[in-house]
């Protein structure tokens, strides 16, 4: 049988995590998340130099930071550019837990003119997450209406001086 080129039961695109804290990570996402752990190497010192989570059918892959190796966590580098986001059956619930395991809110949870109630967060090793549940199912002509509602309540007020 030939090796398939992209292995049974990866998707073609998975997140890895640079975490200062990676074993305290696994659990934060596996308590608040509800991810399954597949699988974790264990590395020299009590790193950990890789895991693998399942997270219904995506995978989330990730490591303790190796800053010899310029592998190194948001906080190191003081932020990061990438949200990831990730569908759960109850948003509140989820969002509350992962506050009160010590994530930032950047989002308080409500409705979005698309059918999805979401929150936003910034977990305790400094990655981002948009979480959400789909709530409603939205025609394409109600959303191009809805969209262009949200878009102009976005817009600044005229200056009329």
Same mark, same amino acid.
């Given at each position: =049988? &030939?090796?398939?080129?992209?292995?049974?039961?990866?998707? *073609?695109?998975?997140?890895?995590?640079?975490?200062?804290?990676?074993?305290?990570a696994?659990d934060?996402?596996? %308590?608040?998340? /509800?991810?399954? $752990?597949?699988?974790? =190497?264990?590395?020299? @010192? @009590?790193?950990? @130099?890789?895991?693998?989570?399942?997270?219904?059918?995506?995978?989330?892959?990730?490591?303790?930071?190796?800053?010899?190796? $310029?592998?190194? %966590?948001?906080?190191?580098? @003081? /932020?990061?550019?990438?949200?990831?986001?990730?569908?759960?059956?109850?948003?509140?619930?989820?969002?509350?837990? &992962?506050?009160?395991?010590? %994530?930032? $809110?950047?989002?308080?949870?409500?409705?979005?003119?698309?059918?999805?109630?979401?929150?936003?967060? $910034?977990?305790?090793? /400094?990655?981002?997450?948009?979480?959400?549940?789909?709530?409603?199912?939205? %025609?394409?002509?109600? =959303?191009?209406?809805r969209?262009?509602?949200?878009? *102009?309540s =976005?817009?600044?007020?005229?200056?009329?001086?």
């Open positions: =049988m &030939a090796v398939r080129p992209i292995p049974e039961g990866y998707p *073609r695109v998975t997140p890895y995590l640079c975490v200062d804290g990676a074993a305290e696994i934060f996402y596996v %308590s608040v998340l /509800g991810a399954t $752990e597949r699988m974790r =190497m264990a590395a020299p @010192g @009590g790193r950990i @130099g890789h895991a693998e989570l399942e997270l219904g059918n995506s995978v989330l892959m990730l490591a303790d930071e190796y800053p010899e190796m $310029e592998f190194r %966590s948001p906080k190191a580098i @003081g /932020g990061t550019p990438i949200t990831l986001h990730a569908y759960v059956e109850d948003v509140d619930a989820v969002f509350a837990k &992962a506050l009160a395991r010590g %994530s930032r $809110e950047l989002r308080a949870v409500r409705d979005e003119f698309y059918g999805d109630r979401t929150g936003q967060f $910034e977990d305790p090793f /400094g990655h981002r997450w948009n979480i959400a549940t789909h709530v409603e199912d939205v %025609s394409e002509e109600e =959303m191009e209406k969209a262009e509602e949200a878009l *102009r =976005m817009e600044p007020p005229a200056n009329d001086g």
